[in-house]
């Protein structure tokens, strides 16, 4: 079945540290790719997303994620954390064979940003 | 652009009680997405619409839930008789159906049953 695994549950980084959210799928094919931050209490904001082309994908606020196919990894890169950033990030795949696109999310990362 | 509204934002019922949300999607997204996150989990599929067409329901959707998208806009999803295991946050999204298609969330609902 077609899975995502966000293996961290929890990350602590201090600010202006750089950041890396591991996030690994399961499915047979080419997926899409997201990244989506909730702050507490709030919807998901898109971060940014993978459908093809280039591996490596520019988001807001400073956000990168790289696919790697041979890892079947999609891992947010961010070079200096500030503190908002404090979140929690999920990694969503779109399983496409349906028709339409029903989005599979990872559990999330809890990030801490300590001062 | 307005972005994805939901309302109400918060919803605190009793157990057996019926209760009605409602989904405001990005104006000319033809389709709309229901999902449900729990506690420490990322959001559940719980159905979808094309326009008014509602073309799946996942397993997690029993027979006590019910959506609903009459005109094609807006959409509203009801739970009869709630358990407390319904208790969660309802999130809705949009999309435009051209090409690589990207669901945008609104802030969700906030379901406790107490």
């Known amino acids: 079945a077609q899975s995502v695994t966000q293996p961290d549950i929890h990350i602590t980084v201090s600010e202006g540290a750089s950041l890396e959210l591991r996030c690994n799928y399961s499915?047979?094919?080419?997926?899409?790719l997201f990244w989506y931050v909730q702050s507490p209490g709030q919807g998901l904001q898109l971060l940014l997303k993978y459908f093809s082309g280039d591996t490596l994908v520019q988001g807001i606020k400073g956000f990168e994620a790289e696919f790697k196919r041979s890892q079947s990894s999609f891992n947010l890169r961010k070079p200096s954390v500030h503190w908002s950033d404090a979140a929690e990030y999920f990694c969503?795949?779109?399983?496409?064979?349906?028709?339409?696109?029903?989005?599979?999310f990872g559990t999330g990362t809890r990030l801490l940003v300590s001062p | 652009d307005t972005g994805v509204s939901q309302d109400p934002r918060h919803k605190i019922t009793k157990r057996g009680q019926n209760v009605t949300f409602r989904c405001d999607p990005i104006s000319e997204h033809n389709r709309l997405y229901w999902y449900r996150q729990t506690l420490g989990q990322g959001p559940e599929f719980l159905t979808y619409f094309q326009n008014e067409a509602q073309l799946e329901k996942s397993r997690l959707l029993s027979d006590r839930f019910s959506a609903e998208r009459p005109k094609g806009s807006f959409s509203t999803l009801e739970i009869q008789r709630t358990e407390q295991g319904d208790s969660a946050m309802y999130l809705c999204?949009?999309?435009?159906?051209?090409?690589?298609?990207?669901?945008?969330f609104g802030p969700g609902t906030r379901l406790l049953v107490l």
């Open positions: 999204a949009s999309s435009l159906v051209q090409g690589a298609e990207t669901q945008y």
């Open positions: 499915y047979g094919a080419t997926p899409y």
């Open positions: 969503a795949v779109a399983l496409l064979n349906t028709g339409f696109q029903k989005l599979v």
